[in-house]
């Protein structure tokens, strides 16, 4: 039995609880607030607090005409309507008191807390429900996790998220400070001797706490900047970590996970996706064998734009190779505006004969498919565990929208068609939650090369199940949240995120229907010759 219970005693606070002038808020009758009906002296009541609008009424960006219809009165329908509860929070300086009497219905999402509305958060964080996965050591990063995403990934990643800019950069350190940056690796040989965020032990650390990891920083909604966080370590740090020189390791993985370097792996050209034997960049070995000098584009390369450093394949004419290539003279790299933020740093790269010392291979000449590949299973398994995640968060706020919409004069979970799609919505969630948490636990109880031979299947048509299931997710909450589920920003902001974004995880890390093949073809390689 677990000794740190899913933290169901949680107290969710409301409005006038979490005022900064709570102290000197006062009481009023509704009469009082009914006395101040006019532009120049205008109050409204939202939720049983009292708000004196007065000299915000021309900054309203709704227009002063919809408060002055509601001047006087208890406005709370009409506000929940169109706002999303932080707007109170983030305006509280207008609250001035509650009404006599009453009582706040609305608690608003407190900082660090898991949230109340049903599946909204994983079973095995549903108060009153069990999960053989998770221990102690798992609910405490949780808990460490969701207060640190709240209290500060969060606002940096809606503000890059906007402005395109990259992460910020002290946040980076930070998280390099805790140790979150080599966790972020999984299970390795790196967290040894160190003191993990959390609190868990290094030789404690498994695949369900990197899992809690993904899935919280997830929480941030913001899928752009969530790949900007670091997405390029993530993929192009492994192939120094397994396949770099003693002086590749030293030098480049510290300042890495310091967050003082970038990396990006970069595989992907214009020429050659999914089907990397293809790729058409060069390597080719000056005569005294000292250097590689590499020609060629690369494309998508995920914080490309800001990387200092490229986990690369080329082509070496004995087949595919693995480059470190440091950025330098004759490497170039330009933003891409694909349809997600430009704090990605995607990039397209040109390599224009640079100059990158032999002892940057990695792995050996020839052999760098199988650098790639083996590359391949820990990053899609991430990427599940992002899909899922974002998915939840979706269903989450079509829970919410769906009980504070009034439609037809009555709340959308009203209607039989709403139900119906928020049932299918988290049947399918629940599930790709359970597919992913099993190949976890098979994770966390196989080798590394048992992981290469037994799940690469399992993991293509997990990602395939997880990217299906975010596509319908998408499509059914933006018929939940109507226009504003296809507007930036505001009540549907978050759908409106994920519905722009969710092909990420279906293209990028092998492309849905080569993922869907590749797990039927190794099945299809196993098969006994049985017949019906
Ligand atoms: C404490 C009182 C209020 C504050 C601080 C406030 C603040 C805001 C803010 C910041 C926005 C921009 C959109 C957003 O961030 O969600 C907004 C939009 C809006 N507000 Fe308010 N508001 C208040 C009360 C009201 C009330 C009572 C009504 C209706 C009677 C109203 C109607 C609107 C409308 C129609 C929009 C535009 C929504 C859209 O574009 O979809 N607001 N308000």
Redesign the pocket.
Known sequence: MSAIAPPSKTKYLTVPETARNKDQLKQFSKEDVAKHNKEDDLW?I?DSAV?D?SK?VDL????SH??A??AGQD?TE??FG???AE??S??GR?LIGTVEGQKPRIILPTKGTLSPVPYAEPTWLSEGYKSPYYKDSHRVLQKAMRELVDEEVREDAQAREKDGKRPSIELVRKFGELNLNAMRMGPSKLLHGRKLFGGVKPEEFDYFHELVISQELCRAGARGYNDGFQGGMCIGLPPVMNFGSDELKQRIIPEVLAGNKWISLAITEAFAGSDVAGLRTTAKKTPDGKHYIVNGTKKWITNGHFSDYFSTAVNTGNGLSMLLIERGEGVDTKLIKTSYSTTAGTAYITFDNVKVPAGNLLGKEGKGLFVVLSNFNHERWAMCCGSVAGSRLVVEECMRWAHQRKAFGKALIEQAVIRAKLAAMIYKVEGVQAYLENITYQMCHMSYAQQADMLAGPIGLLKTACTRVAGEIADDAVQIFGG?GITQ???GGIIEMFQRTQKFDAVLGGAEEVLADLGVRQASRKMPKAVL
């Open positions: 409204i939202v708000y609008l915000f309203h960006p709704g227009g919809v408060l219809q509601v406005a009409a506000f169109m706002h999303r707007v109170l983030k305006y207008y504003r920003g505001g009540m």
